[in-house]
């Protein structure tokens, strides 16, 4: 072979060997689960959209964190977009769903794919995950359903199957657990004592917040979200239930300190917060 042939010859080949290890080390990195996961139900995975490759699924899923992490501003009632004010106050999803939903023992998203359908007391009948999200946009963001064919669905759902690949299905921590009630009424006079000193100090006068300073902070419009007034969940959302209320009040709440409260506290706050003004759900029952 002549010697110019023989040139050619080996750079084909070279050229060809690192486009078959690039390919390789592509199809790796796009298999590659962003966490660890693991089989042992009492390992908690760890998250990291940064991790996620620069591709479409990549961008959807990074999409769908930010939608829970900044909904008020991509998706709040005083976007620039009139198109895009799905929810109807300025709260943020992870106000209830800590961390984009990754932390544990909270009202997590981690594994959520993998439980629904499932059955809803609400409705009375089975019901998907894209229906439980738009119950969350009608009632605690006071808004619209999302499109079923959005970019914004999709992502959502993209992220919260993102965060259900590889974990396991009892996997311990994925949400609060229940707890029983005191066998009596609430005594929203002592809820409303016991708010004045445990939840005045970050959810402010009759629960509406602490609002940030736009110019100096920017970002979302809370630095503590509202529980009443005009941009709250509404009177439909899970959250201005009792069973709800009481749980996550006892388990998560104060923010700071968690699981504090007694669970005679945490009912008679939740018996007040409850009756506080908010709006009213208009959709269908």
Request: charged content about 25%; some cysteine; overall charge positive.
């Amino acid at each position: 072979m002549p010697q110019n042939n023989r040139q050619v010859f080996k750079l084909v080949l070279y050229s060809a060997g690192v486009v078959i290890i690039t390919l390789i080390v592509v199809v790796m990195f796009r298999n590659k689960l962003p966490k660890e996961v693991s089989s042992n139900p009492s390992v908690w995975p760890k998250f990291d959209v940064n991790a996620l490759p620069p591709d479409s699924n990549g961008q959807m899923i990074r999409y769908g964190y930010r939608l829970i992490m900044e909904t008020s501003n991509i998706a709040g009632p005083d976007v620039q977009n009139p198109k895009m004010r799905f929810a109807g106050n300025n709260l943020e999803c992870r106000n209830c769903h800590f961390n984009g939903g990754q932390d544990k023992n909270t009202m997590s998203f981690v594994g959520v794919a993998n439980r629904y359908p499932a059955y809803s007391k609400r409705h009375e009948r089975m019901s998907d995950l894209k229906e439980r999200i738009d119950d969350c946009f009608e009632r605690s963001m006071n808004g619209n359903k999302l499109p079923a064919e959005s970019y914004e669905l999709k992502s959502i759902l993209a992220y919260m199957n993102w965060l259900s690949k590889g974990v396991p299905k009892d996997l311990e921590g994925v949400t609060v657990k229940d707890i029983d009630f005191p066998k009596r009424e609430p005594d929203k006079e002592k809820g409303k004592s016991l708010y004045m000193v445990k939840c005045i100090t970050c959810h402010g006068f009759d629960g509406l917040g602490v609002l940030k300073n736009p110019i100096i902070q920017g970002g979302v419009k809370y630095v503590i979200p509202p529980i009443a007034g005009d941009d709250s969940f509404n009177n439909g959302a899970g959250m201005s239930r009792m069973e709800r209320l009481v749980k996550f009040l006892k388990t998560q709440m104060p923010k700071d300190n968690p699981g504090s409260l007694s669970l005679e506290e945490a009912y008679d706050i939740a018996g007040y917060v409850s009756g506080l003004k908010r709006p009213e759900y208009k959709g269908e029952k």
